[in-house]
């Protein structure tokens, strides 16, 4: 766990030294920690409104030391609530997953809701559009059909990135039954799922598994991959 730590310790930090957006990319790291701005401020000794001022731009980018500070409260406060953010670290050094079943694997800029999701990949909602309001960090989209077959039980839960909090797609769907199958057994449930793939309506069984796992289900109607990947992408910048 000490090198997934270093590594973990090092990709946060380089992701806030080098975004465009420094505030931005510290206001995510620290919601998905699940701190406020007052207790990382308490953690780090400074006033939380430094913290804020950082987020909102109106100070410069916090240098190098201040940022390696926030970086450890970060993991820290994560180790002292059992450590799911290092776990999840866990799978994403893992072994690579394979390129011809893995399209693309990316974290949101900021937190996305799945009614933008919806909006951005022209979805059709088929189960649990309540859910839709739930914060997501991060989309996969995979080869649904050689993901089913080529897939073990730990590249699935690859699959989820930096959270499981996230819009699971898959493409070349034609009914959704097994995509829907395959997330049951391994038995980690999405923010989302979105199938692609020219299907009109989703297969009763995967509605079914949708609503007693509680996650929203969503159809895309765009016409290709390629436009699906770029309307994820613009939700990402």
């Given at each position: 766990?000490?090198?997934?730590?270093?590594?973990?310790?090092?990709?946060?930090?380089g992701?806030?030294?080098?975004?465009?957006?420094?505030?931005?990319?510290?206001?995510?790291?620290?919601?998905?920690?699940?701190?406020?701005?007052?207790?990382?401020?308490?953690i780090?000794?400074?006033?939380p409104?430094?913290?804020?001022?950082?987020?909102?731009?109106?100070r410069?980018?916090?240098?190098?030391?201040?940022?390696?500070?926030?970086?450890?409260?970060f993991l820290?406060?994560?180790?002292?609530?059992?450590?799911?953010?290092?776990?999840?670290?866990?799978?994403?050094?893992g072994?690579?997953?394979?390129?011809?079943?893995?399209?693309?694997?990316?974290?949101?800029?900021?937190?996305v809701?799945?009614?933008?999701?919806?909006?951005?990949?022209n979805?059709e909602?088929?189960?649990?559009?309540?859910?839709?309001?739930?914060?997501?960090?991060?989309?996969?989209?995979?080869?649904?059909?050689?993901?089913?077959?080529?897939?073990?039980?730990?590249d699935?839960?690859?699959?989820?990135?930096?959270?499981t909090?996230?819009?699971?797609?898959?493409?070349?769907?034609t009914?959704?039954?097994?995509?829907?199958?395959?997330?049951?057994?391994?038995?980690?449930?999405?923010?989302?799922?979105l199938?692609?793939?020219?299907?009109?309506?989703?297969?009763?069984?995967?509605?079914?598994?949708?609503?007693?796992?509680?996650?929203?289900?969503?159809?895309?109607?765009?016409?290709?991959?390629?436009?699906?990947?770029?309307?994820?992408?613009?939700?990402?910048?």
């Amino acid at each position: 766990m000490t090198e997934v730590r270093e590594r973990t310790a090092k990709w946060i930090a380089g992701d806030i030294t080098l975004s465009e957006d420094h505030g931005a990319a510290l206001k995510r790291w620290r919601e998905r920690f699940g701190l406020t701005q007052t207790a990382l401020a308490e953690i780090i000794h400074i006033s939380p409104s430094v913290i804020s001022d950082y987020e909102a731009g109106r100070r410069k980018s916090p240098g190098a030391a201040t940022i390696k500070r926030i970086v450890e409260a970060f993991l820290e406060m994560d180790e002292k609530k059992g450590g799911e953010v290092l776990r999840s670290f866990s799978h994403v050094f893992g072994t690579r997953l394979p390129p011809d079943v893995v399209l693309e694997i990316r974290e949101f800029g900021e937190p996305v809701d799945g009614r933008t999701i919806c909006k951005a990949v022209n979805g059709e909602i088929v189960v649990n559009k309540e859910m839709l309001s739930r914060k997501l960090f991060g989309y996969t989209v995979i080869d649904s059909h050689k993901a089913v077959l080529g897939l073990s039980s730990d590249d699935f839960r690859r699959l989820y990135g930096l959270t499981t909090e996230r819009v699971l797609v898959f493409t070349g769907v034609t009914t959704g039954r097994s995509p829907m199958v395959a997330i049951k057994v391994i038995g980690i449930t999405p923010g989302m799922v979105l199938l692609h793939g020219g299907l009109k309506t989703a297969d009763p069984v995967g509605v079914k598994i949708a609503e007693l796992l509680k996650v929203p289900l969503v159809i895309s109607k765009l016409p290709s991959v390629e436009a699906l990947l770029e309307n994820l992408r613009k939700c990402a910048r």
